[in-house]
């Protein structure tokens, strides 16, 4: 009898296994993270990585000039183990949720304080630590899957996405203060 009841319990932990496995398989927007060293600062963005699937995005599906998540699901994070110089703007070391409002000529990035929201539903401007104005660039081909990158290339770090036909960069530098 105890064989028997070994056996269907492993059959149903198989069974379990497998419906996790195809869940994960069918959840449309995964969560992402990209992480990468800005000098001696460790860089780590967190978010939901939505996909264009024959959308418009930009002005359509992420409406213009509205607080956005930036992704989906959770709000999108930026953690930082020591200050950052942000387009020349410093951050404190910790963990944010990351919003954007994006725009047709220029984005607002935001740094908020309450990096545990889901979406931009609870957003609340006044824990906004930093805004940055930036603009945007087109991408000469779309990109399916949002991404957030951290990344240096020729002396010079970056954070941002590419999503659809949009690219937004933020440059990014170890802050002098540490």
Known sequence: MSFLKS??????????VTVSAQEQKTIKSPRMEASANVGEAVVTLGWGAPSVRDREIFGELVPFDKVWRTGANECSTIEISKNLMIEGEELAAGKYGLF?????ETWTVIFNSNA???GHYDYDESMDVL????????LDESVEQM???V???DDQ????LKWADTKVGLKVAEAASN
């Open 116 to 118: 545990d929201q889901f």
């Open 151 to 153: 990344k240096t290339k």
């Open 157 to 160: 770090s970056w954070i941002g």
């Open 7 to 16: 056996v269907l319990c492993l059959v149903c932990l198989g069974l379990m």
């Open 100 to 104: 954007t409002i994006p725009g047709e």
């Open 147 to 149: 991404e957030m990158f």
């Open 131 to 138: 805004r940055i104005e930036v603009a945007p660039k087109s």
